[in-house]
C-alpha cells in the first residue's frame, strides 16, 4: 500500500519559483513510475514530469522543459517537483501520483497511474 502526500504548493508571482512535495508512505518496490500532474479549472488533467523508479529516467511535457525540475530523495521517501520561471499558465492543482504497473519507461497519461495525492494549489500570477 502506498500513500501521497503533497505540500509546497502557495502563490507566486510571475517568474517566481515552487517547490512542491510528495511524501511517499509505503514500500517503492512496488512503483514503476512517478509523476507531477496538474489540473486547470475546466481543462483535462495533464502530465508535467515523471520520474522512473527502478532506472531513474525523467520526461517532461514540453511546455515545461527547462523550467521545472522532478527529483526523489531516497533517505526522505519524498518526490519533489522543482518549478522556475513560473508563467500565469502554471496555475493549476498539483498532484503527484503513482505508478505500480511494471513499464521500461513512464506513460504520460493519468489513466496509467493508480495511486493519487490529495493536490497542491499553485496560483501564478502576471
Known amino acids: 500500500q502506498v500513500q501521497l502526500v503533497e505540500s509546497g504548493g502557495g502563490s507566486v508571482q510571475s517568474g517566481g519559483s515552487l517547490r512542491l512535495s510528495c511524501e511517499v508512505s509505503?514500500?517503492?518496490?512496488?512503483?514503476?513510475?512517478m509523476g507531477w500532474f496538474r489540473q486547470a479549472p475546466g481543462k483535462e488533467r495533464e502530465g508535467v514530469a515523471f520520474?522512473?523508479?527502478?532506472?531513474?529516467?525523467?520526461a517532461y511535457t514540453s511546455s515545461v522543459k527547462g523550467r521545472f525540475t522532478i527529483s526523489r530523495d531516497n533517505a526522505k521517501n519524498t518526490l519533489y517537483l522543482q518549478m522556475d520561471i513560473l508563467k500565469p499558465e502554471d496555475t493549476a492543482m498539483y498532484y503527484c501520483?503513482?505508478?505500480?504497473?511494471?513499464?521500461?519507461?513512464?506513460?504520460?497519461?493519468?489513466?496509467?497511474?493508480?495511486?493519487w495525492g490529495q493536490g497542491a494549489q499553485v496560483t501564478v500570477s502576471s
Open positions: 501520483a503513482a505508478d505500480r504497473t511494471f513499464r521500461d519507461a513512464c506513460s504520460m497519461a493519468w489513466t496509467a497511474f493508480d495511486t
Open positions: 509505503g514500500s517503492l518496490r512496488s512503483v514503476y513510475c
Open positions: 520520474k522512473n523508479i527502478p532506472y531513474g529516467g525523467t
